[in-house]
């Protein structure tokens, strides 16, 4: 199995900085893409950025130039450097990664999720 491990959220102003880390342990043989999405209550889960394997990222029209995010591969970690903050950015957001996780008669990949963290923006 693996662990989503999620932290950074909190309380900011708007036009202010939030930086979320997730970190994927386990018995984790290689871990594919690593994204983050986010949630409203009630809504569907929407993806706000996501790191492939080849370096490649994608990020939602509504935080591209604001967000950045990136991965530490030596610690299975993936960042997301949130700027200039706005309040319809105010959501649980959530970690997720396709991890290929050991088993005693081979491999399995799948999705992993973190439990979310909640972030907030004061206009």
């Known amino acids: 199995q693996a662990q989503l491990v999620e932290s950074g959220g909190g309380l900011v102003q708007a036009g202010g900085s939030l930086r979320l880390s997730c970190a994927a342990s386990g018995n984790i043989f290689s871990i594919n893409r690593m994204g983050w999405y986010r949630q409203a209550p009630g809504k569907q889960r929407e993806l706000v950025a996501v790191s492939n394997n080849g370096g490649s990222t994608n990020y939602a029209d509504s935080v591209k130039g604001r967000f950045t995010i990136s991965r530490d591969n030596a610690k299975n970690t993936v960042y997301l450097q949130m700027n200039s903050l706005k309040p319809e950015d105010a959501f649980v957001y959530y970690c997720?990664?396709?991890?290929?996780?050991?088993?005693?008669?081979?491999?399995?990949?799948?999705?992993?999720w973190g439990q979310g963290t909640q972030v907030t923006v004061a206009s």
């Open positions: 997720n990664a396709l991890v290929t996780i050991r088993q005693a008669m081979g491999v399995m990949t799948r999705d992993y």
